[in-house]
C-alpha cells in the first residue's frame, strides 16, 4: 500500500532521526511511503504574517498530494498537520479565499483536491494499521519500561477541527507505546506545550518552558519520553542542555521518537533508527532494553 | 522591539472602524459572546513567563482597542498551544484574534519579531522556511542528509516564487 | 347578498405608524358587499369591541373582517365578540397588519399601505366563503395521571386530590420523593429537605383520591383531551406490598453488594433493599440484575426468603398492567445532573478529591453514606481547603448552553454548610463566572456566605491537576485581584449543571410534547403559557420544562394542577370545529389519509353501500388537530378543511391577482 508524505521543513533540515525511523518502521509495517515531487513549508510561520497566503501554501501541498494520484497524505510534523487541516477549513467556508488559491495554483498547473484524508503518524499507527497488527509485528517487546508521553499539542487541539485524538485525554500514544510492551505513566503536565513555537519571538521563554515540563518528567522518575513531533523533538531533545540550563537543573531524560521505539521493538538496526543523533541520553533508555 | 500594552493603552481611545476591519478580516462574530469567565488566561502557557493575558486581548478588541494591540510586544508572546481555543465556553478563541492582531501588524508595518522575516524570505529563496543543518551524534561526529543516506530534497520548481510573492503582496 | 363589517386597528403606532390606516379604511369601504368600515386606535378594546357590536346589529351585518395584530393574539377575543352580537363566530376573518406588515416593511411605508390594502381585500373574499360552525362538546374523564414523583408529581398530585379528582401517580423509582429526597439542606432558608419533603410524600400516600404507581412507567398514551387512554405497567418488586413492613432485615442477610443508586454511587446496598432513607413506599424491592436467584434463574441463595418474618418476598411476582382512563396527564419528569467525565480537564472520576454537587449533597447529609461528615476523599480526613468550581457542563457551546439556574444557590448553600461544619479550620474558595442570586432571599445568602469569610475568586480554572502523590492543585486567574491565583484543595466540588432527563426522548414520544433546543420539554409559549404543552391535555411543570429551584418546580406544580382542574372541571370541554370533513360518496377507501394522519384521528369503518361491503374513511372529530395534510394527500378530494377550504383559499388568490388591482389610487 502506498502512501504520499509530507515532511515540511523541520524533519528535512534538522530532525532527521524521525524521518529515519518513520522510513524504516512504515518499511516494516509494508506501507509505501511516496515522496511528494516537491515540497514547499506549510505555511505555519505565515499565518502570523499573512495568513491568506499561509493557506496558500498549505493547500499548494495538498495540491501536490494530488498530483501523486494516491489517497490521503501523512504529515508526521504536528504543526504542518495543524496547518493543513485549517486551511481545508478556512477554503470549505470561505469561497472567495477558495477560487483564489485554486487559481493560483492553476498557474502553476496543480489541482487542489479536498477529499484528501490527512493522516499524522499517530492516528496511521492506531487507526489505519491497528493495535493488532503492530503487535503481530513486535519481535523485541520492550518489558520493563516506563515512560511517559508527549503527544504535543497542536494535532489533539482544537476538538472542533477534528484532530488526531481526544483533546483532554489523548490515549493513542500511549496505547501504540503499551502495545508494544512498555508501560505508560499519566502526569500532571501532560498536555502542556513544549514551548516550540515561541522560538522566534523568545527563545530563552521557550525553553524555560520545555525545562519545565522536563524538570516534572525527571522526578516522577520515568525511564524516557516518547514524542512524536519534530518541533518538540527540538525543543527536548535537541535543545534540553539548554532547557535545563533556563530551569536550573540536569539533563537527564532520554528523548525518543514513537518511531524510533517501534523501530526497536521491530527489530530494526539502531543506526537506522538514528538514535546515535538523539541528543538527550538515551543510552540510559537502551541500556534498559537490552539488558 | 515594540511597545509595552500599558503604554500604548495609557492614552487610548476606542477606534470603531478598526474594530469593524477587525471583525470582517476574522470572519466570524464568536468574539462578542465573551463573558470574561477568565478560563483562558487561567490555563495559558504564555501567562506566568510572558504575562499575556487571552481573556484582557479578547475585551479590548471588543472595545475597539484593535491598534493599540497590534502595535504592542504582547501579541507575540502566544505559544500557540490552543488551549484558550479548545476551552473557551463561548468559542470565542483569542487564538485567532491574536492571529489577525499579528497579520495587522505587519500591515502596519510595525516592527515584528525578525524570524518570522527571515522565515518568510528563506520560503521566497527556498520554499522551506529553514535551511539544512548539519547534525552532530552524541559522540560529536558530523552529519547531513546525504550521509545518512536520506533521500534529497525536492525544492519547488521555479514558478512557485512568482506565485507565493502573489498572494504575498495582494490586499 | 353578504352584508360585511371591516375594521381596521391602529394598534397604537404599532400598526398606524408604518401603514395608512384611514387609507386603508377608506380603501375596504369601497369595495363590494362591505356595507360598513371603520379605523379605530384599539380594535381589541373595550370601546372597540362595542363598535363592532353595535355596528352588527345597527347594519345587519353577517360577516366581519378584522385587520388587526396576528390571530393569534385576539382571534379568540373577537370571536367572543362578534358571538356577543348574534353572529355565529366562525363568520369572522382576521387580517394580520401588524406581524405581516406594518412589523416587517417599517422601511416602506407607503408600500406597506398597499399590501395593507390587499390583505383587506383577500380577507373580504375569504369571508365571504366562510361557513357557520358550531363548537363540539365532549365529556371528559375527572381522572388526572401525573408522571414522576418529584416534589413537583407531589405537589400537583394533592392540589388535584384535594380538589376532588381521582390522581394516578407514576413513578420510575420504587419511591417518590425525586431529586428533592437527596437533598440535605434547601436554600435560601437552610430548611431541612427531608423535613419538609416527607410530610408530603406521606399525605400522597395516604390520600383517599391518589394511587401511587412505584417502580412503574407509562408504555402507551393514545386518546385525546378529556379521554386519554394510558397503558402503565408495574415493575415486580419481587416484594409483596400487602406484607412488607420495612424492617430491613432481609438487606441484613443479602449477600449481593450493588452501588446505592440513590447515594449517587458513594455507598453500597444490597440487591434486596428500601430504595432510600424515608421512602415511600416503605417496601423492599429486589433488584433482578443483581439478584443471584433472578439473575441466574436458579433455586440458589433465598437468604432474604428465610429472613422475612412477614413472608413478603415472592421470586414469582409479575409486572402488573393498567389500563387508565384520564382526562388530563401532568408530565414532571424531572431532570437530571450533567456528567463532569465529559470534561476530563476537570479531573471528575479520573481524581477522588473531585467530586459532584450532587455527590456532595449526599455526603452532606445524615442519613448519607458519610452520615454528614465531610472529608477528603483521598486522605480520610477533614479537608483544610474546599474549592467550588461554577459552571460545569452549563453556560457552555460545547455542552449546554443555558444557565442551570441552581448551581450558585447550591454553592453558596454547600459553601455555608462547609463553614457550619468544619469552623474557621477550612479554607472555602468558589471560582465562580456570574454569582446568580436572584429569587427572594437569594442575594442576602450571597451576602451571608461572605460573612463567614467564603472566598469568592472571579475567574474559572482551565484544569484541574494532580501531583504524583494525588494531592489536587490548580491555577485561577482572579478579576478582582488582576493575580494568577495558586490553590491546593483537598476537596472540589464541581457545580454540575441540570440537565435533560435521558428518558426525554420516550417521553416526547409517547406524549406527543415536543422539545425545546436545549432539550427539556417544550412550552405552549415562553411566557404566558409555561405549563401547557402544545397537545391539548397535557401539561408540564417543574424541571422537565427548564432547570429550576424548589419555589419555581412547587409554584409550576400547582399552577398545572389548577391549568387541569380548569380543564375538567365542568365534565365538559370545547373543541375548535377546526377539523377535517370527508365525503363518504368521494371516499374511494384507498387509506392513504388513515396512513398520514399523525394525530390518528383517521379511522377505517366497514360499511355496505347497495349491498356491497366497503371501507370507507372516517375522522375521528375529537382527535382532528387540523392539520390539513389528509385534505392534500386524498386522490379523490373527498377531504375538505372546515374553515379552510380549497374555495376559500382560491378566493384570496383571485382577490390578490384580480384586475381590480390595477387600478390604484382610487
Given at each position: 500500500?502506498?502512501?504520499?508524505?509530507?515532511?515540511?521543513?523541520?524533519?528535512?533540515?534538522?530532525?532527521?532521526?524521525?524521518?529515519?525511523?518513520?522510513?524504516?518502521?512504515?518499511?516494516?509495517?509494508?506501507?509505501?511511503?511516496?515522496?511528494?515531487?516537491?515540497?514547499?513549508?506549510?505555511?505555519?510561520?505565515?499565518?502570523?504574517?499573512?495568513?491568506?497566503?499561509?493557506?496558500?501554501?498549505?493547500?499548494?501541498?495538498?495540491?501536490?498530494?494530488?498530483?501523486?494520484?494516491?489517497?490521503?497524505?501523512?504529515?508526521?510534523?504536528?504543526?504542518?498537520?495543524?496547518?493543513?487541516?485549517?486551511?481545508?477549513?478556512?477554503?470549505?467556508?470561505?469561497?472567495?479565499?477558495?477560487?483564489?488559491?485554486?487559481?493560483?495554483?492553476?498557474?502553476?498547473?496543480?489541482?487542489?483536491?479536498?477529499?484528501?484524508?490527512?493522516?499524522?503518524?499517530?492516528?496511521?499507527?492506531?487507526?489505519?494499521?491497528?493495535?493488532?497488527?503492530?503487535?503481530?509485528?513486535?519481535?523485541?517487546?520492550?518489558?520493563?519500561?516506563?515512560?511517559?508521553?508527549?503527544?504535543?499539542?497542536?494535532?489533539?487541539?482544537?476538538?472542533?477541527?477534528?484532530?488526531?485524538?481526544?483533546?483532554?485525554?489523548?490515549?493513542?500514544?500511549?496505547?501504540?507505546?503499551?502495545?508494544?510492551?512498555?508501560?505508560?505513566?499519566?502526569?500532571?503536565?501532560?498536555?502542556?506545550?513544549?514551548?516550540?513555537?515561541?522560538?522566534?519571538?523568545?527563545?530563552?521563554?521557550?525553553?524555560?518552558?520545555?525545562?519545565?515540563?522536563?524538570?516534572?518528567?525527571?522526578?516522577?522518575?520515568?525511564?524516557?519520553?516518547?514524542?512524536?513531533?519534530?518541533?518538540?523533538?527540538?525543543?527536548?531533545?535537541?535543545?534540553?542542555?539548554?532547557?535545563?540550563?533556563?530551569?536550573?537543573?540536569?539533563?537527564?531524560?532520554?528523548?525518543?521518537?514513537?518511531?524510533?521505539?517501534?523501530?526497536?521493538?521491530?527489530?530494526?538496526?539502531?543506526?537506522?533508527?538514528?538514535?546515535?543523533?538523539?541528543?538527550?541520553?538515551?543510552?540510559?533508555?537502551?541500556?534498559?532494553?537490552?539488558? | 522591539?515594540?511597545?509595552?500594552?500599558?503604554?500604548?493603552?495609557?492614552?487610548?481611545?476606542?477606534?470603531?472602524?478598526?474594530?469593524?476591519?477587525?471583525?470582517?478580516?476574522?470572519?466570524?462574530?464568536?468574539?462578542?459572546?465573551?463573558?470574561?469567565?477568565?478560563?483562558?488566561?487561567?490555563?495559558?502557557?504564555?501567562?506566568?513567563?510572558?504575562?499575556?493575558?487571552?481573556?484582557?486581548?479578547?475585551?479590548?478588541?471588543?472595545?475597539?482597542?484593535?491598534?493599540?494591540?497590534?502595535?504592542?510586544?504582547?501579541?507575540?508572546?502566544?505559544?500557540?498551544?490552543?488551549?484558550?481555543?479548545?476551552?473557551?465556553?463561548?468559542?470565542?478563541?483569542?487564538?485567532?484574534?491574536?492571529?489577525?492582531?499579528?497579520?495587522?501588524?505587519?500591515?502596519?508595518?510595525?516592527?515584528?519579531?525578525?524570524?518570522?522575516?527571515?522565515?518568510?524570505?528563506?520560503?521566497?529563496?527556498?520554499?522551506?522556511?529553514?535551511?539544512?543543518?548539519?547534525?552532530?551524534?552524541?559522540?560529536?561526529?558530523?552529519?547531513?542528509?546525504?550521509?545518512?543516506?536520506?533521500?534529497?530534497?525536492?525544492?519547488?520548481?521555479?514558478?512557485?516564487?512568482?506565485?507565493?510573492?502573489?498572494?504575498?503582496?495582494?490586499? | 347578498?353578504?352584508?360585511?363589517?371591516?375594521?381596521?386597528?391602529?394598534?397604537?403606532?404599532?400598526?398606524?405608524?408604518?401603514?395608512?390606516?384611514?387609507?386603508?379604511?377608506?380603501?375596504?369601504?369601497?369595495?363590494?358587499?362591505?356595507?360598513?368600515?371603520?379605523?379605530?386606535?384599539?380594535?381589541?378594546?373595550?370601546?372597540?369591541?362595542?363598535?363592532?357590536?353595535?355596528?352588527?346589529?345597527?347594519?345587519?351585518?353577517?360577516?366581519?373582517?378584522?385587520?388587526?395584530?396576528?390571530?393569534?393574539?385576539?382571534?379568540?377575543?373577537?370571536?367572543?365578540?362578534?358571538?356577543?352580537?348574534?353572529?355565529?363566530?366562525?363568520?369572522?376573518?382576521?387580517?394580520?397588519?401588524?406581524?405581516?406588515?406594518?412589523?416587517?416593511?417599517?422601511?416602506?411605508?407607503?408600500?406597506?399601505?398597499?399590501?395593507?390594502?390587499?390583505?383587506?381585500?383577500?380577507?373580504?373574499?375569504?369571508?365571504?366563503?366562510?361557513?357557520?360552525?358550531?363548537?363540539?362538546?365532549?365529556?371528559?374523564?375527572?381522572?388526572?395521571?401525573?408522571?414522576?414523583?418529584?416534589?413537583?408529581?407531589?405537589?400537583?398530585?394533592?392540589?388535584?386530590?384535594?380538589?376532588?379528582?381521582?390522581?394516578?401517580?407514576?413513578?420510575?423509582?420504587?419511591?417518590?420523593?425525586?431529586?428533592?429526597?437527596?437533598?440535605?439542606?434547601?436554600?435560601?432558608?437552610?430548611?431541612?429537605?427531608?423535613?419538609?419533603?416527607?410530610?408530603?410524600?406521606?399525605?400522597?400516600?395516604?390520600?383517599?383520591?391518589?394511587?401511587?404507581?412505584?417502580?412503574?412507567?407509562?408504555?402507551?398514551?393514545?386518546?385525546?383531551?378529556?379521554?386519554?387512554?394510558?397503558?402503565?405497567?408495574?415493575?415486580?418488586?419481587?416484594?409483596?406490598?400487602?406484607?412488607?413492613?420495612?424492617?430491613?432485615?432481609?438487606?441484613?442477610?443479602?449477600?449481593?453488594?450493588?452501588?446505592?443508586?440513590?447515594?449517587?454511587?458513594?455507598?453500597?446496598?444490597?440487591?434486596?433493599?428500601?430504595?432510600?432513607?424515608?421512602?415511600?413506599?416503605?417496601?423492599?424491592?429486589?433488584?433482578?440484575?443483581?439478584?443471584?436467584?433472578?439473575?441466574?434463574?436458579?433455586?440458589?441463595?433465598?437468604?432474604?426468603?428465610?429472613?422475612?418474618?412477614?413472608?413478603?418476598?415472592?421470586?414469582?411476582?409479575?409486572?402488573?398492567?393498567?389500563?387508565?382512563?384520564?382526562?388530563?396527564?401532568?408530565?414532571?419528569?424531572?431532570?437530571?445532573?450533567?456528567?463532569?467525565?465529559?470534561?476530563?480537564?476537570?479531573?471528575?472520576?479520573?481524581?477522588k478529591n473531585v467530586i459532584s454537587n450532587?455527590e456532595f449533597e449526599?455526603i452532606l447529609?445524615?442519613?448519607?453514606?458519610?452520615?454528614?461528615e465531610i472529608f477528603s476523599p483521598q486522605s480520610?480526613v477533614s479537608p483544610k481547603t474546599v474549592v467550588f468550581v461554577q459552571?460545569?457542563?452549563?453556560?457552555?457551546?460545547?455542552?449546554?448552553?443555558?444557565?442551570?439556574?441552581?448551581?450558585?444557590?447550591a454553592t453558596l448553600k454547600q459553601a455555608i454548610l462547609v463553614r457550619e461544619k468544619l469552623g474557621k479550620n477550612v479554607k472555602i474558595y468558589v471560582c465562580?463566572?456570574?454569582?446568580?442570586?436572584?429569587?427572594?432571599?437569594?442575594?442576602?445568602?450571597?451576602?451571608?456566605a461572605?460573612?463567614l469569610e467564603i472566598e469568592f475568586v472571579?475567574?474559572?480554572p482551565?484544569?484541574i491537576?494532580?501531583?504524583?502523590?494525588?494531592s489536587l492543585y490548580f491555577?485561577?486567574?482572579?478579576?478582582?485581584?488582576?493575580?494568577?491565583?495558586?490553590i491546593k484543595p483537598d476537596l472540589i466540588v464541581l457545580a454540575?449543571?441540570?440537565?435533560?432527563?435521558?428518558?426525554?426522548?420516550?417521553?416526547?414520544?409517547?406524549?406527543?410534547?415536543?422539545?425545546?433546543?436545549?432539550?427539556?420539554?417544550?412550552?405552549?409559549?415562553?411566557?404566558?403559557?409555561?405549563?401547557?404543552?402544545?397537545?391539548?391535555?397535557?401539561?408540564?411543570?417543574?424541571?422537565?420544562?427548564?432547570?429550576?429551584?424548589?419555589?419555581?418546580?412547587?409554584?409550576?406544580?400547582?399552577?398545572?394542577?389548577?391549568?387541569?382542574?380548569?380543564?375538567?372541571?365542568?365534565?365538559?370541554?370545547?373543541?375548535?370545529?377546526?377539523?377535517?370533513?370527508?365525503?363518504?360518496?368521494?371516499?374511494?377507501?384507498?387509506?392513504?389519509?388513515?396512513?398520514?394522519?399523525?394525530?390518528?384521528?383517521?379511522?377505517?369503518?366497514?360499511?355496505?353501500?347497495?349491498?356491497?361491503?366497503?371501507?370507507?374513511?372516517?375522522?375521528?372529530?375529537?382527535?382532528?388537530?387540523?392539520?390539513?395534510?389528509?385534505?392534500?394527500?386524498?386522490?379523490?378530494?373527498?377531504?375538505?378543511?372546515?374553515?379552510?377550504?380549497?374555495?376559500?383559499?382560491?378566493?384570496?388568490?383571485?382577490?390578490?391577482?384580480?384586475?381590480?388591482?390595477?387600478?390604484?389610487?382610487?
Amino acid at each position: 500500500m502506498k502512501v504520499p508524505v509530507f515532511w515540511g521543513c523541520r524533519i528535512l533540515t534538522s530532525q532527521y532521526a524521525y524521518e529515519m525511523s518513520v522510513r524504516e518502521v512504515f518499511q516494516k509495517l509494508n506501507i509505501e511511503l511516496v515522496d511528494l515531487s516537491e515540497t514547499n513549508c506549510c505555511g505555519d510561520p505565515i499565518k502570523s504574517v499573512k495568513d491568506s497566503a499561509a493557506n496558500y501554501l498549505a493547500i499548494r501541498v495538498l495540491a501536490l498530494a494530488n498530483a501523486t494520484g494516491l489517497d490521503g497524505l501523512l504529515v508526521p510534523c504536528n504543526r504542518c498537520h495543524f496547518a493543513i487541516s485549517e486551511a481545508k477549513n478556512v477554503l470549505n467556508k470561505n469561497k472567495n479565499l477558495d477560487e483564489k488559491i485554486k487559481g493560483l495554483l492553476r498557474e502553476e498547473g496543480l489541482e487542489y483536491n479536498s477529499y484528501i484524508k490527512i493522516w499524522h503518524v499517530i492516528d496511521f499507527l492506531h487507526d489505519f494499521i491497528g493495535l493488532e497488527s503492530i503487535k503481530k509485528a513486535t519481535q523485541k517487546p520492550l518489558k520493563d519500561l516506563r515512560l511517559a508521553t508527549h503527544v504535543g499539542c497542536q494535532i489533539i487541539r482544537y476538538s472542533d477541527l477534528g484532530r488526531v485524538d481526544n483533546a483532554e485525554n489523548p490515549r493513542k500514544l500511549d496505547e501504540l507505546v503499551e502495545i508494544i510492551g512498555a508501560k505508560t505513566v499519566d502526569y500532571a503536565e501532560k498536555l502542556d506545550c513544549c514551548g516550540a513555537p515561541l522560538m522566534y519571538s523568545h527563545p530563552s521563554s521557550a525553553l524555560s518552558l520545555a525545562g519545565t515540563k522536563i524538570k516534572a518528567l525527571q522526578s516522577l522518575g520515568v525511564d524516557g519520553l516518547v514524542i512524536s513531533c519534530p518541533d518538540c523533538g527540538l525543543m527536548f531533545d535537541f535543545r534540553q542542555k539548554d532547557a535545563m540550563a533556563t530551569v536550573g537543573a540536569k539533563v537527564n531524560l532520554p528523548v525518543i521518537y514513537y518511531t524510533q521505539l517501534l523501530g526497536l521493538a521491530l527489530n530494526v538496526e539502531v543506526e537506522k533508527l538514528g538514535l546515535h543523533l538523539n541528543q538527550s541520553p538515551v543510552e540510559q533508555l537502551l541500556m534498559k532494553i537490552s539488558a | 522591539m515594540n511597545v509595552g500594552l500599558t503604554d500604548l493603552m495609557s492614552m487610548a481611545k476606542p477606534n470603531i472602524e478598526a474594530r469593524e476591519k477587525f471583525l470582517s478580516k476574522l470572519g466570524n462574530k464568536e468574539l462578542v459572546n465573551c463573558f470574561q469567565c477568565l478560563k483562558c488566561t487561567s490555563g495559558c502557557t504564555a501567562l506566568k513567563l510572558l504575562e499575556l493575558k487571552p481573556h484582557e486581548i479578547v475585551k479590548l478588541v471588543n472595545l475597539g482597542f484593535v491598534d493599540e494591540l497590534a502595535s504592542s510586544d504582547i501579541i507575540w508572546t502566544c505559544v500557540t498551544c490552543l488551549k484558550c481555543v479548545q476551552r473557551c465556553p463561548q468559542k470565542a478563541s483569542p487564538y485567532h484574534i491574536i492571529m489577525v492582531l499579528r497579520n495587522m501588524a505587519v500591515e502596519k508595518e510595525v516592527q515584528i519579531p525578525e524570524e518570522y522575516l527571515k522565515a518568510f524570505s528563506r520560503i521566497l529563496e527556498t520554499g522551506l522556511a529553514e535551511a539544512s543543518q548539519e547534525v552532530s551524534t552524541r559522540k560529536m561526529e558530523v552529519f547531513d542528509r546525504e550521509s545518512l543516506n536520506l533521500p534529497k530534497i525536492n525544492f519547488p520548481r521555479e514558478s512557485f516564487q512568482a506565485v507565493f510573492m502573489k498572494i504575498m503582496e495582494e490586499k | 347578498m353578504p352584508r360585511i363589517g371591516v375594521y381596521v386597528c391602529h394598534c397604537g403606532l404599532n400598526i398606524a405608524g408604518v401603514v395608512d390606516v384611514e387609507k386603508v379604511a377608506d380603501y375596504a369601504g369601497k369595495l363590494k358587499d362591505v356595507v360598513v368600515a371603520r379605523h379605530y386606535v384599539y380594535m381589541c378594546s373595550e370601546t372597540g369591541q362595542r363598535m363592532i357590536k353595535e355596528d352588527i346589529k345597527a347594519h345587519n351585518l353577517d360577516r366581519v373582517v378584522i385587520a388587526t395584530c396576528s390571530p393569534r393574539m385576539h382571534e379568540e377575543t373577537f370571536r367572543k365578540t362578534v358571538a356577543e352580537a348574534g353572529l355565529n363566530p366562525y363568520l369572522l376573518e382576521i387580517v394580520n397588519l401588524r406581524e405581516h406588515v406594518s412589523w416587517v416593511h417599517s422601511e416602506e411605508p407607503e408600500k406597506a399601505t398597499e399590501k395593507a390594502k390587499d390583505l383587506v381585500k383577500m380577507g373580504v373574499a375569504r369571508v365571504k366563503l366562510l361557513e357557520p360552525l358550531e363548537k363540539r362538546r365532549v365529556s371528559v374523564e375527572k381522572k388526572v395521571l401525573v408522571v414522576g414523583g418529584g416534589i413537583a408529581g407531589i405537589q400537583a398530585s394533592l392540589d388535584l386530590a384535594d380538589a376532588g379528582f381521582r390522581v394516578y401517580l407514576v413513578e420510575k423509582t420504587p419511591s417518590i420523593g425525586g431529586r428533592m429526597a437527596q437533598l440535605d439542606k434547601t436554600f435560601p432558608t437552610l430548611d431541612c429537605s427531608a423535613c419538609i419533603l416527607t410530610p408530603k410524600m406521606v399525605d400522597v400516600a395516604r390520600h383517599p383520591n391518589i394511587t401511587l404507581l412505584t417502580n412503574s412507567e407509562v408504555t402507551n398514551v393514545s386518546g385525546f383531551v378529556g379521554n386519554y387512554e394510558v397503558s402503565v405497567i408495574k415493575k415486580p418488586r419481587y416484594v409483596d406490598e400487602q406484607k412488607c413492613v420495612g424492617c430491613e432485615l432481609c438487606t441484613q442477610v443479602c449477600p449481593v453488594k450493588i452501588p446505592d443508586e440513590f447515594n449517587e454511587g458513594l455507598s453500597q446496598t444490597r440487591a434486596i433493599s428500601i430504595y432510600s432513607p424515608y421512602a415511600v413506599p416503605k417496601i423492599a424491592i429486589i433488584n433482578p440484575n443483581h439478584c443471584l436467584r433472578l439473575k441466574y434463574d436458579k433455586d440458589v441463595c433465598g437468604k432474604c426468603l428465610s429472613a422475612c418474618e412477614a413472608k413478603a418476598i415472592n421470586f414469582a411476582q409479575q409486572p402488573e398492567e393498567f389500563m387508565l382512563k384520564v382526562g388530563a396527564i401532568i408530565l414532571a419528569v424531572g431532570a437530571e445532573v450533567f456528567d463532569a467525565s465529559k470534561m476530563p480537564e476537570l479531573g471528575y472520576k479520573r481524581y477522588k478529591n473531585v467530586i459532584s454537587n450532587i455527590e456532595f449533597e449526599r455526603i452532606l447529609n445524615a442519613s448519607g453514606p458519610t452520615k454528614g461528615e465531610i472529608f477528603s476523599p483521598q486522605s480520610g480526613v477533614s479537608p483544610k481547603t474546599v474549592v467550588f468550581v461554577q459552571c460545569v457542563g452549563s453556560r457552555d457551546k460545547r455542552f449546554h448552553e443555558y444557565c442551570c439556574r441552581v448551581g450558585c444557590m447550591a454553592t453558596l448553600k454547600q459553601a455555608i454548610l462547609v463553614r457550619e461544619k468544619l469552623g474557621k479550620n477550612v479554607k472555602i474558595y468558589v471560582c465562580f463566572n456570574d454569582m446568580r442570586a436572584f429569587g427572594k432571599g437569594y442575594d442576602e445568602f450571597y451576602r451571608r456566605a461572605r460573612e463567614l469569610e467564603i472566598e469568592f475568586v472571579a475567574g474559572l480554572p482551565s484544569d484541574i491537576r494532580s501531583a504524583p502523590d494525588g494531592s489536587l492543585y490548580f491555577d485561577v486567574y482572579d478579576k478582582g485581584t488582576n493575580k494568577l491565583l495558586e490553590i491546593k484543595p483537598d476537596l472540589i466540588v464541581l457545580a454540575n449543571g441540570l440537565v435533560p432527563n435521558r428518558d426525554l426522548g420516550k417521553i416526547s414520544a409517547l406524549f406527543h410534547v415536543s422539545r425545546s433546543a436545549d432539550g427539556f420539554l417544550l412550552e405552549a409559549h415562553p411566557k404566558l403559557r409555561p405549563l401547557e404543552s402544545l397537545t391539548a391535555g397535557i401539561f408540564i411543570a417543574g424541571s422537565c420544562q427548564g432547570p429550576k429551584d424548589i419555589p419555581d418546580t412547587v409554584a409550576q406544580a400547582s399552577g398545572a394542577a389548577a391549568k387541569v382542574i380548569d380543564l375538567l372541571m365542568s365534565g365538559v370541554i370545547e373543541l375548535e370545529p377546526l377539523t377535517a370533513v370527508i365525503d363518504k360518496n368521494l371516499c374511494s377507501g384507498c387509506q392513504i389519509c388513515e396512513s398520514l394522519c399523525p394525530f390518528s384521528a383517521i379511522e377505517m369503518k366497514k360499511e355496505t353501500v347497495e349491498g356491497v361491503e366497503k371501507v370507507k374513511a372516517e375522522i375521528v372529530e375529537a382527535m382532528c388537530q387540523g392539520c390539513g395534510l389528509c385534505v392534500s394527500a386524498c386522490p379523490t378530494k373527498a377531504i375538505k378543511m372546515q374553515h379552510y377550504t380549497d374555495e376559500q383559499f382560491l378566493a384570496q388568490v383571485e382577490a390578490c391577482c384580480s384586475e381590480e388591482k390595477t387600478r390604484r389610487g382610487r
